[in-house]
């Protein structure tokens, strides 16, 4: 056909060489994904099933993040999600119905929290909390009507590692299923699908990202039925995430080992520091003793990571607490972590029934990739500010 400049625009007969190779999976955008003729047009989810129909189930970009982080985290398939949260939302939409009983544990990260307080309750699922160091004992905490117990191990900010195989033996007995959010340990530190768990979510965000530069989620089950009921939900959810995003995330996971190496030697030496420091009343790293449930890390985990907590000695006012994290230099200020930046947020625990009395003393800590001496005398600096002479 003879084509208009205009038509040429969008229907080009230009060729470039064939046969380009690299090292990087190439960046796939779409929401338009081009059938081979009018009988195969389908709306099928499952690409691997239909091969690919709509952008929306991923294109080769996000489908090769989801097969790379089930390679890891050892599952049947993973689910990209555009964020953390998003994943936790997508597991609980998908596993849940009115009338199920839906077990948290208090540590849970504060918006899986409210999305079972203020969204799964209107939709009529029962919600209840749980201590997370409860171990076996959960079982006393299971109802008829329980479906799914979340566990997140160490929880978020007081960092209690929970007894994971445990719980999902107690959860099974009784017919429930168990989630884990399983970010602190990248999906590579704890293996939570060889401990019992059937469905697991990281948020990517964090260190596969590992440059706070994106938001992405992955939701990993060893299960042929679980995948299938995720697939649907994510599908009718329309829980797309960018090619773009899962490029960068794709390349972020080829540091994660040597980040993570860094970053655990960093923070172990800083935590040890800070555990001799007269101000601090305890550090929560999981691998110190002074960490709730310390002996199931060394147990079940192979790795820590960057991110902890510490808790300032009592009679430190909250103002004190603050102007401690006022005066880092090199720690900023800010939420997520996983990048290369250190960051410091203080919390105030007087808000939380039922967790560990820390009150408005605990600050949480992400250690980065800076130099570990200048990022303790960044902290000495501060602590130092705590004491007027
Ligand atoms: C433990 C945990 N899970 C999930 C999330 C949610 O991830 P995102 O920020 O990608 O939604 C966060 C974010 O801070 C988190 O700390």
Redo the contacts with the bound molecule.
Sequence with gaps: MKKHWKTKLIHSDASVPEGFRSLDTPIYRASTTLFRDAASVTDAWDQYESGYTYGLYGTPTTLTLAARVCELEGGYRTIITP??????ALINFALLRAGDHMLLPESV?G??RKLGNDVLRRFGVEVSYYNPTVGPAITDRMQPNTRLVWC?SPG?ISMEVQDVPAIANAAHAAGALVAM?N??SAGVFFDALAYGVDVT??????YVGGHSDL???SVTTKDKSIYQSLGAAHQLLGAAASPDDCSLALRGMKTLAVRLERVEKSSLTIARWLAARPEVERVLHPALESCPGHELWQRDFTGSSG?FSIVLREGFTKEQVLSFVNSLELFKIG???GGVTSLAVAYDFGHYKNRASYDHRIVRLNIGLEAVEDLITDLEGALHSLNPS
Excluded: C, F, R
């Design positions: 964020g953390g949260q998003n994943a936790i990260y918006p899986n997140e978020s959010d970010t602190w979510m990281q948020a990517l965000t964090k938001l992405l989620g991110i939420y997520s972590w």
